[in-house]
């Protein structure tokens, strides 16, 4: 995909709809509003067929027309396309007619989902010309910026509360990132990032480049629809985290019925949060 074949238009805010320039930045000056990318989708729909997708490498790049790169991606060319696996027997469990797990904990190199947000970011980070990437992270995302910044040649650096295990950081470390222990809780360490991107121009994953971060979990539900033969299943139970995913999920959907990739019947998107 050359430069030309950029189908990003803006950053958006949310709330009130002002757009930005497709930069590191990630809240609106108005009323702090998260930003989110704007696509061509006219575009989009005249670039992008099934033939095309399915002609392409099984990783989450065979979609990257709706993915926020305006070049070729740089970063995880082996993430992705994970395992779509049929669970009879839990869903006879379940009283359910059909049901799938989607077993994205084989996804390279840190398995976790993270590695598709991250290789988006790093991606994106490139292409605006930082050499230094970050995170704040309380385990999986410090260790997939670590391992994918360590594949594309990038500095790393990882800020953790200082008071989490050794196990959640270990492979941080043998990827030689910088790890960075702050004394105080997750939120206190993401306002510290976000004061740190500012002061010296680094790419915070899930920071000032969380707009492009963000829409990395939208492979998984593109990689759903296809896996499923085009369809999009009637209900989708996605785990809550941050609540990103879920709702990236539900706009891959959305996007793929615009584009006439699917059909548009009714789904439904549900949140599932572990007790205790």
């Given at each position: 995909?050359?430069?030309?074949?950029?189908?990003?238009?803006?950053?958006k805010?949310r709330?009130?709809?002002?757009?930005?320039?497709?930069?590191?930045?990630?809240v609106?000056?108005?009323?702090?509003?998260?930003?989110?990318?704007?696509?061509?989708?006219?575009?989009?729909?005249?670039a992008l067929?099934?033939?095309?997708?399915?002609?392409?490498?099984?990783?989450?790049?065979?979609?990257?027309?709706?993915?926020?790169?305006?070049?070729?991606?740089?970063?995880?060319?082996?993430?992705?396309?994970?395992?779509?696996?049929?669970?009879?027997?839990?869903?006879?469990?379940?009283g359910?007619?059909?049901?799938?797990v989607?077993?994205?904990?084989?996804?390279?190199?840190?398995?976790?989902f993270k590695?598709?947000?991250v290789?988006?970011a790093?991606?994106?980070?490139?292409?605006?010309?930082?050499?230094?990437?970050?995170?704040?992270?309380?385990g999986n995302?410090?260790?997939?910026?670590?391992?994918?910044?360590?594949?594309?040649?990038?500095?790393?650096?990882?800020?953790i509360?200082?008071?989490?295990?050794?196990?959640?950081?270990?492979?941080?470390?043998?990827?030689?990132?910088?790890?960075?222990?702050?004394?105080?809780?997750?939120d206190?360490?993401?306002?510290?990032?976000?004061?740190?991107?500012?002061?010296?121009?680094?790419?915070?994953?899930?920071?000032?480049?969380r707009?492009?971060?963000?829409?990395?979990s939208k492979s998984?539900?593109?990689?759903i629809?296809?896996?499923?033969?085009?369809?999009?299943?009637?209900?989708?139970?996605i785990?809550?985290?941050?609540?990103?995913?879920?709702?990236?999920?539900h706009?891959?959907?959305?996007?793929?019925?615009?584009?006439?990739?699917?059909?548009?019947?009714?789904?439904?998107?549900?949140?599932?949060?572990?007790?205790?």
């Amino acid at each position: 995909m050359s430069k030309d074949q950029n189908f990003m238009k803006a950053l958006k805010c949310r709330e009130c709809g002002r757009e930005y320039p497709l930069e590191a930045t990630h809240v609106c000056e108005f009323d702090f509003g998260p930003l989110e990318v704007v696509y061509d989708y006219d575009r989009i729909k005249k670039a992008l067929t099934k033939k095309l997708i399915e002609s392409r490498p099984q990783t989450m790049w065979r979609y990257r027309e709706l993915l926020p790169v305006a070049g070729e991606p740089t970063v995880g060319f082996q993430v992705g396309y994970t395992p779509l696996v049929k669970a009879d027997r839990l869903a006879k469990r379940l009283g359910i007619r059909e049901l799938w797990v989607k077993n994205d904990t084989v996804n390279y190199p840190t398995l976790s989902f993270k590695d598709r947000v991250v290789s988006v970011a790093l991606s994106r980070s490139r292409e605006l010309g930082f050499k230094t990437v970050a995170c704040a992270s309380t385990g999986n995302l410090a260790n997939s910026v670590a391992a994918n910044a360590a594949s594309a040649g990038l500095e790393a650096y990882v800020f953790i509360p200082s008071d989490l295990e050794h196990s959640k950081i270990v492979n941080s470390l043998v990827y030689a990132a910088n790890v960075v222990g702050i004394k105080g809780h997750y939120d206190e360490v993401n306002r510290l990032c976000a004061e740190i991107a500012g002061k010296y121009g680094w790419a915070f994953v899930n920071v000032n480049m969380r707009p492009y971060y963000a829409e990395g979990s939208k492979s998984m539900g593109y990689e759903i629809a296809e896996q499923l033969g085009w369809k999009v299943p009637q209900h989708t139970v996605i785990p809550m985290a941050s609540g990103s995913l879920l709702t990236k999920v539900h706009k891959a959907y959305q996007e793929f019925a615009k584009l006439g990739l699917v059909k548009e019947t009714p789904w439904h998107v549900h949140g599932a949060q572990a007790t205790g």
